[in-house]
């Protein structure tokens, strides 16, 4: 148990017989020891517990946070997740008593503030989807995509159309669409993606058929690609009576430029714990909103929020058709506050700008780190790019070890292996909040690294270098997790 100590000896590892935090001014009140208050019998004989100093117990907590690696400490280019930087604004807006000490229970009259919230953004996400209306509930993408299945199936079966039991997915999709739909009940048919990336429109239209409930679609693709042929996708999938998903939960590229809705897709979601400003990767809570096309809107889970009389906001719970209840209350209310205060401050242009320059330097990386690590695709990315370490086999080094060693530049690393479908894939996604300065540095590191794979490829092999622990088995890392202190037993 000696992990942390190249960074401090004093740690909680480190008891010392004798040694204590406080020491209290002597009683001038009768004492009671615990005995008396809890009864003998309820103590145990032997509590071991480390013997610190407060000031051990300050530099213990103090080192262990200086482990943990978040978008305030660095640069965080983990593709498809959008460690953007959130502005502290507006979690401080979120944070403002009259939004933060409301009760759900509180009668309708006296949340009048908090409901036009949830109304006006839901106005707003259906205005940037460029569909009818939006529902703030569901508490994450993945419940997002489940909430849209279920309201796909409650369409067919409400118009009678039964055996529409496949949903059809490209092989580069993120791993919640399949798991979605499976969980809905529906059997997932894969799509391939053809040889420049996009879906392959022959194998798309010879699975398309009756029997075709949906098409979800990510578009940017998780390749980081605009799909260009999307209306015709579209068109082709209303031709056989079947809907289109947009797993749009990286819209990061299309805001205030392109609409899903337009495009023809008849239901999207959007994450928005990756693109209007909560902060993510330490469990939530999260928000997944869905936006609909008028065909779906009498399936919305309730309740609904109404605007009566263009005045008096309130919640509708008696809808003959709605899917019912997806979570508690309506959903993760402050993420909807967020999300509000982000869009209201950065107004339509400022949008179009946060997708102008997230495009923009993720083709910068694209274009500088081109020598040592090409594009999967050689065509302009959107806010990602999908590059291949492949090149460095030769040299018996894998994607991992170029991950693993620009940790060793204080970089958190980006996804690797994923998508599937590129070899020794490393999907970076910069986002627009980075400045040149640090892209340029990320780049450089990753250059040095190509050259350090050539030289010495056992450095890489072995990273991380410089961190408490190196490589782990991260599958059992997770499940067995070591965070407690024990006597060594
Ligand atoms: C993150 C992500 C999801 C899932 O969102 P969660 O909020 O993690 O459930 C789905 N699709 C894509 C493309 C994503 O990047």
């Not at 391939?192 to 990510?218: E, F, P, V, W, Y």
């Not at 940790?407 to 994923?418: A, E, L, R, S």
Request: glycine share 8%.
């Amino acid at each position: 148990m000696s992990r942390y100590t190249h960074q401090n000896p004093l740690l909680i590892e480190g008891s010392v017989p004798g040694r204590r935090g406080v020491r209290t001014a002597t009683l001038d009140v009768p004492a009671h020891s615990l005995g008396d208050m809890l009864g003998a019998e309820n103590l145990r004989r032997e509590l071991p517990m480390p013997e610190l100093s407060e000031l051990d117990v300050v530099r213990h907590y103090t080192s262990l946070s200086h482990h943990n690696y978040s978008i305030d400490s660095g640069f965080y280019p983990l593709g498809s997740c959008t460690m953007k930087y959130n502005p502290k604004v507006n979690d401080r807006i979120a944070a403002m008593p009259g939004y933060s000490r409301i009760h759900p229970l509180q009668p309708e009259e006296t949340v009048q503030g908090a409901l036009q919230i949830m109304y006006e953004l839901q106005a707003m996400l259906a205005e940037i989807a460029g569909m009818a209306t939006a529902t703030l509930q569901p508490a994450a993408g993945a419940h997002a995509e489940l909430l849209s299945l279920m309201m796909i199936q409650a369409y067919y079966r409400h118009r009678g159309e039964e055996g529409r039991e496949v949903v059809l997915i490209p092989d580069s999709a993120h791993g919640t669409n399949p798991a979605s739909a499976a969980r809905c009940g529906f059997t997932v048919q894969t799509i391939k993606t053809g040889s420049n990336g996009n879906i392959d429109l022959s194998g798309l239209k010879a699975a398309l058929s009756t029997q075709t409930a949906a098409l979800m679609l990510t578009n940017p693709s998780t390749l980081g690609l605009f799909e260009t042929r999307i209306a015709e996708i579209c068109e082709l999938a209303h031709q056989r009576g079947a809907l289109v998903y947009c797993d749009g939960a990286n819209m990061n590229a299309l805001l205030g430029i392109a609409r899903p809705g337009d495009m023809g897709f008849d239901v999207m979601h959007f994450n928005l714990h990756k693109t209007f400003s909560t902060p993510h990767g330490g469990g939530g809570p999260g928000g997944g909103v869905i936006a609909v096309q008028r065909c779906l809107e009498p399936f919305l889970p309730v309740p609904v929020i109404i605007h009566k009389d263009g005045r008096h906001y309130s919640l509708e719970e008696d809808r003959p058709h709605t899917i019912g209840r997806i979570h508690s209350f309506y959903g993760a209310f402050l993420v909807a506050v967020r999300a509000y205060a982000y869009i209201a401050g950065l107004g339509a242009d400022g949008l179009r700008e946060v997708a102008e320059n997230a495009v923009l330097n993720a083709n910068y990386i694209r274009a500088k780190i081109a020598e040592s690590f090409p594009a999967a695709f050689p065509q302009t990315c959107m806010h990602e790019v999908v590059v291949s370490a492949g090149g460095l086999r030769r040299h018996g080094v894998k994607a991992l070890d170029v991950s693993k060693r620009l940790i060793d530049y204080g970089f958190h690393p980006p996804t690797n292996y994923f998508p599937l479908t590129v070899p020794e894939a490393l999907m970076i996604e910069p986002t627009e909040t980075e400045s040149k300065q640090t892209l340029d540095t990320f780049c450089e590191a990753l250059i040095q690294i190509s050259r350090e794979a050539e030289d010495d490829p056992e450095l890489l092999r072995t990273a991380p270098h410089h961190t408490p622990v190196s490589r782990l088995n991260e599958t059992a890392a997770v499940k067995k997790l070591d965070v407690r202190w024990s006597t060594g037993g």
